[in-house]
């Protein structure tokens, strides 16, 4: 997949957004938004969408963290990774050349999900170090973004881990990464 607007680059891995992206992010800013006035209905819209987009960019940010734990396993195995892209399903790391061998692939496929998770614990344990505790919601935008980016990619490392497969590279079919239903 192609990605039509470019982000940048990192260790020669070229970053960017397919147009599909956009329409998911705005949906998930807008469920987002319905989903912190439902448990924050003291704030005002402002904070509400703020909070909103905020969260969607940073869920995103997360999931390139997601793409570029597979990018490195990669790289680190001697693979050539062109780039990485998210689209309306989630991100796609390319890479260029098959793991040739079952663990090789194994760790390809599995260090994304692992990468989710520890995502997700590091922001519950900062969000219990600041007094949170379940099932109660947070009461400030900050903390409230962090609960959802947690359990979100430990939801992710779940749903994800049967979807994040090694490369075909005759297929040129890369690794998939899709987003679990929100
Ligand atoms: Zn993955």
Redesign the pocket.
Known sequence: MRAQIRLGSVSGIRIGLHYSWLIIAFLISLSLAGHFRMNNPEWGDGVIWTTSVFTSLLFFVTIVV??L??AIVAKSHGLPVRSITLFAL??I?EIEKEAGDARTEFWL?I???IT?FVIGIICLTVLYGFGWRPPNFPRTPLLAMLMWIGYINIMLAVL?SG??QAPEVKLMRP???KLPRL
């Open positions: 997601h793409e734990s597979h989630g991100g790391a496929g260090i994304g999900p989710s994800c979807e994040c690794t998939g990464c």
